[in-house]
Structures are given as C-alpha cells and as structure tokens.
C-alpha cells in the first residue's frame, strides 16, 4: 500500500496565507475602532456604553442567519466583499462626521446600528474561509495561525488605538479602520477569480435557514459546543469593549493604559495559539477547552481584587491564557462538527448565540456597573465566578470531555 503523501495533507495553501494577511489588517482596524466606540460610550456612563454595544449587537443578531444563508448560496469571497466594502464606505465617512460635530450619543448609537447590520453579512462568511481554504486536519493549526497573526496585530492595534483615540478620538480611529479595510479588498480581489466557493443549492431562503439550524443543533457535539460557547461568550465578550474600559476609568487610567490592559488578554490569547500553531492541538481538546474556562475565571479573579497596573495587566494576560485555550479547542471542533457546504451557516448560528449573549448582558453588566453597591470590581469578580461555574459544568459532559479533532 502506498502511503498517503504527507506534504498535500500537512501544508497548509498559499492562498489561506494571502488571506490572513488581509484578515490580519482588518483586524488591525476593527480592534482599532471597537475600542474607539467603546472609549467615546464610556464617558457617557455604563448604561450609554451598554445601549451602544446593545444596537450593535441588535441587528447583527436579527440578520445573521441570513447573513450565512446568503454567504453558502452566493460564496462566502463575494459576500466578503461586499461587506468590507461597505465597512470602508462607513467608516470613511465618519471621518468627517465625527470632525464636523463630535462624538455625540446618537452618532455612536448610529454608527453601532449600522456596523452591527454589515456585520451580519461579513461575519458568517469571514469566519467560514478557514474552513474552506484548508484540509479539515489542518483547521486547528489554520485558526491557531489566524489567532498568532491577529494578536500580533492586536497587541499592536490597541495600544496605537489608544494613542489614537487619546489624540483625535474617534476621528482617527474611523480614518485608520478604513485604510485597514481597504487592504482587505484589494486582497479580496486579489483572490477573487480562482477562489474557492461553496455555493448552497438553489433552495428558498427560509428552508436554508431551517436546515442550517437543524445542522447545527441537530448534532450532540455541535449542540454542546454552541451552548458552551454562548454561555462563555455573554461572560467574556463584554470585557474589551465594555468592561476593561470602565475599569480603567474606575482606576483613573487614561485611555492609552486602556489599550494596554486590552493588549494584555490579547497576549495571553496569543501565547496559547503560538502553543497550537507549532504543536498542535492538544488531543482532548473539548476537557482543555473547559480548564480554558476555569483558568479565565481565575484572571478574571485578579482583573476584580488586584490595584496595581502591573498585577492588573499580569491578570489580565492569565485571563487571556483560559480564552485561548478555550476558543483554540473549541472552534475548531465545532467548525469540523458539519460539513463544508454548511460553514457559512454554522457561522451565522454561532455569531448569533454569541449576540444575543451580548444583547443580554452589554446592558445588564453596564447597569450593574453603574450601581453603587456593586460597581464594575463586582461585575467582575461575578464574571470570574460564573467562568469556573461553565468550565466546571462542561467537564462533566462526556460529549465535550471526551470530544477529539475529526
């Protein structure tokens, strides 16, 4: 028997690189620009900042599963096109905007409006391209990459966000995020001819919607994975945009130290997917992905008790370690759990669990953040501890403790 020839299954294709680089500048600007939003929310009061990252996630959670029907009928490229297109034209507009009138509340809720609408459509179909670019073996080691490119970027991103956001606010950050943006189109196009494309059969919109669901929540695996995730993604998404700054506003820092304590959970993230990138995944990855949880609730532990910056930004890279161990492990079983003619849609149902997440709690950990008996280090001590509750629950599952990369 002749053996399998190694290098075809081992090497992951140019073209995956050509895109992540594009990803990776994108990114760049995204962070940029989230933390931006987030920076100009936070001067109003925790419930302004909850309401703003309330209508972002409102119409992104409303859209996506037909964001990801629309991305697996017409082509995750062509819809990935067109979304960082509009995110160009946006945010280049707001760089006049925001000069001619400021960063009023109702230009932030406008532009959190309209952001969440694209992101519908530019979320299922960028995070589907890993998937159809590479060998399905090879997905871990893919999204580790993308993981180790992006924190490189982030670490980078949010520190320059914060000094751009402490020198021309969001004026700058618009600026920058569209430069980012117009990176991606071009390599967009680039890529755009021989890209591949998985294109879904010519059905009605609302029965693809319906067998994209049925897909994602008629499996055990692909079912323990999403609930996990959604539980996790109310608990931890909300710390870059929305919590970190209000501590750091708590702790008299200036938006520059904001970046930074950003920085340090990105860091944290990328150390284990530098882990992942040049060894592999670990062979369990669904039990890892629970000590993942339960090693974010102990950063976050440090993030609500500890004062001083450099015990703070330490916490905060340990909290980074438990996410990316948890997403590192977690993603690529679930993008491995369906097959690739339903990638865009998966996408879409786990982009809008995680959103309705965080239609939940923006605005309750902003509220609770603002009371006087609880404040932002109770909000987070009480985050800490519901991470060690989820990672605890999840060992007990055999289907996620037991779980192994297909």
Avoid at 13 to 18: E, F, N, T
Avoid at 263 to 278: F, H, W, Y
Avoid at 308 to 314: D, F, R, V, W
Wanted: glycine share 12%; hydrophobic share 55%.
């Amino acid at each position: 028997m002749t053996p399998p020839a190694e290098p075809d299954t081992q090497r992951i294709p140019v073209r995956y690189w050509i895109w992540l680089f594009g990803a990776a500048v994108s990114l760049l600007g995204d962070l940029t620009m989230t933390f931006a939003i987030g920076w100009s929310a936070s001067q109003h009061g925790g419930r302004t900042a909850g309401l703003v990252l309330l209508l972002a996630a409102a119409p992104r959670a409303a859209l996506l599963l037909i964001g990801g029907a629309v991305g697996d009928r017409y082509g995750a490229p062509k819809v990935l096109l067109a979304s960082c297109t509009a995110m160009f034209l946006l945010t280049l507009a707001l760089v006049p905007a925001t000069l001619a009138v400021g960063e009023p509340v109702w230009l932030l809720l406008a532009t959190a409006l309209v952001v969440g609408v694209i992101d519908a459509f530019f979320l299922p179909s960028s995070r589907s391209m890993p998937r159809l670019l590479v060998p399905a073996e090879q997905v871990p080691r893919a999204l580790a990459s993308f993981q180790v490119t992006g924190v490189v970027f982030a670490v980078t991103g949010t520190a320059v966000g914060g000094v751009l956001v402490g020198w021309l606010g969001l004026t700058a950050a618009s600026g920058f995020d569209a430069l980012t943006f117009g990176v991606m189109i071009v390599v967009l196009l680039v890529l755009r001819e021989p890209a591949p494309e998985q294109t879904g059969p010519r059905t009605g919109m609302f029965r693809s919607i319906a067998v994209g669901i049925r897909m994602a929540f008629g499996r055990p695996l692909t079912r323990a994975l999403l609930i996990t995730m959604t539980a996790a993604a109310g608990l931890l998404m909300p710390l870059d945009a929305l919590l970190l700054p209000l501590l750091a506003r708590a702790h008299g820092w200036d938006a520059s130290t904001a970046g930074l304590l950003v920085a340090s959970r990105s860091l944290g993230v990328g150390v284990i997917a530098l882990r992942i990138l040049t060894r592999g995944a670990f062979p369990r990855p669904g039990m890892f992905a629970a000590f993942g949880l339960l090693l974010a609730g102990v950063g976050l532990l440090g993030l609500a008790v500890l004062d001083p910056l450099p015990l703070t930004i330490a916490a905060g890279v340990v909290s980074g370690i438990g996410v990316g161990t948890f997403t590192g492990h977690v993603l690529p079983l679930l993008m491995n759990s369906v097959e690739r003619e339903y990638q865009s849609r998966l996408q879409s149902v786990v982009v809008l669990c995680q959103s309705l997440a965080l239609v939940v709690m923006n605005p309750v950990l902003g509220t609770f953040a603002d009371v006087d008996s609880v404040g932002i280090t109770g909000v987070c001590l009480g985050i800490a501890v519901a991470s060690i509750l989820i990672g605890l629950i999840a060992l007990t599952r055999p289907v996620l403790r037991n779980a192994t990369v297909a």
